[in-house]
């Protein structure tokens, strides 16, 4: 009777979670899709005279190899540095003008180019957009600027412990798999991009069947919906050409220990765990907030509150198509590190070991949850999870969806999810250089 409770619920995960599954208009959602393939979705609130805008291309570092890694961020980052009729400087005044910001960054399933306003000005916001996404003008002289910053914050990277051990830690779980590099990318492939290369990655994503664009806020959807056709309608529908399948993973069981110039000591416990669109996805979200979710999660309270071993701790599982990781961290001590690392996987075969009470199981449910309703607040964030979710094709509606399976997670779950996922633990440690 137990394995087919599990088996029920898993199954409702299932239909829940998976793509398009009971995809449906919400209240005060409008939804259009353009001939040329481009979706447009508008959110009407009128909680606050603003607007935001998210435009999103299923593109990013998941999509890259060793060789172009960083080249989606790197194409973001200099599309801001100006178009055909405005400079990188005219462009920020103009969004300013709106009452406004204008940002953009490549991530690792798709990139966005985002804009906020004053409702008023929605019109004018949703025109710059339009005028940055298609028609950078990629100046070498800017290219340059960028490549500098790019390169300055891949070195801070490098340079700051938890960093540093959360690259190593993904580079021995995934290997092959692009989820190994940062989407910042690596010195060698920002070094090697030519103003070329950015300008035909631009001809490649950008392309109106993998985009999506998200507008919330206190506007009139019909008339943005028109105001979306008119400047992005006539934009051509390139012939298919499917992305190529990344290569898989490798985890290994390794045990790595770096010396680095820092205080502290950092431990990292990683695993692959489930991608964002499988049925066991929501337990082990639910099981890593019951580990690491604030200060009533298990490592909190064990290796902080009662031993006093942690000055950070908590745990990591990231929106993600493929194999999503499932990292906890401790930053301690040097002289605490090995007790800390005990500690850690003391309460991962914890957590392996026997199923959660109600009491936990509902906190960490509950924590979950919060945390999703309080990244949803702003329209910023609601136009950043309508854009994306429809970008990766899970649909704009996979927020409710996924709500509704982390209620329907049971402690029978969390412990399956424990058993099958956190078997077989990647370890880095790093330890201050002496």
Do not use: C
């Amino acid at each position: 009777m137990r394995h087919a409770a599990v088996l029920a619920t898993l199954v409702l995960a299932a239909v829940t979670l998976a793509p398009g599954a009971g995809q449906a208009d919400a209240p005060g959602l409008a939804r259009r899709v353009l001939a040329n393939g481009l979706t447009v979705l508008v959110r009407e609130d009128a909680a606050a005279p603003v607007v935001a805008v998210s435009l999103q291309v299923r593109a990013g570092s998941r999509y890259e190899t060793a060789d172009t890694a960083g080249i989606t961020n790197f194409l973001l980052r200099a599309m801001l540095r100006g178009t055909a009729t405005r400079s990188a400087v005219e462009l920020a005044e103009a969004a300013e003008a709106l009452g406004g910001t204008l940002d953009a960054a490549g991530e690792v399933e798709a990139a966005e180019l985002r804009g906020a306003a004053l409702a008023r000005h929605w019109e004018a916001l949703l025109g710059l957009v339009a005028e940055v996404a298609l028609g950078p003008a990629l100046r070498p002289d800017e290219i340059e600027k960028e490549r500098r910053l790019l390169l300055g914050q891949l070195r801070t990277r490098g340079e700051t412990p938890f960093q540093l051990a959360f690259d190593t830690l993904a580079g021995e779980l995934y290997g092959p798999h692009p989820y190994a590099r940062p989407s910042l990318g690596t010195r060698a492939s920002l070094e090697r991009v030519t103003r070329d290369a950015l300008a035909a990655h631009h001809r490649a994503i950008w392309r109106p069947d993998r985009m999506v664009l998200a507008v919330s806020g206190h506007v009139p959807a019909e008339r943005v919906l028109k105001a979306a056709e008119r400047l992005f309608g006539r934009l051509p529908r390139p012939a298919d050409s499917p992305a190529p399948a990344a290569p898989a993973p490798t985890p290994s069981t390794a045990r790595r220990v770096l010396a680095h110039p820092a205080r502290q000591a950092q431990v990292l416990v990683g695993y692959l765990g489930p991608g964002l669109g499988e049925p066991a996805y929501p337990a082990v979200r639910v099981l890593g907030a019951l580990l690491g979710g604030g200060m009533a999660g298990r490592l909190f309270v064990e290796l902080r509150d009662k031993r006093g071993l942690a000055y950070s701790v908590g745990a990591l599982i990231p929106f993600r198509l493929d194999p999503a990781f499932v990292v906890t961290y401790v930053g301690t001590a040097p002289e605490s590190a090995a007790a800390a690392e005990a500690g850690v996987l003391a309460e991962l075969e914890r957590a392996r070991a026997a199923a959660p009470g109600e009491d936990e199981l509902a906190r960490a449910k509950a924590y979950v949850l919060g945390a999703l309703a309080m990244d949803r607040r702003t329209n910023a964030r609601r136009a950043w999870h309508l854009a994306f979710f429809e970008a990766v094709g899970l649909g704009a509606d996979f927020p409710e969806r996924y709500a509704r399976a982390i209620e329907a997670v049971t402690a029978a779950d969390v412990a399956a999810a424990a058993r099958r996922y956190l078997a077989r633990p990647t370890i880095v440690v790093l330890a201050p250089a002496r």
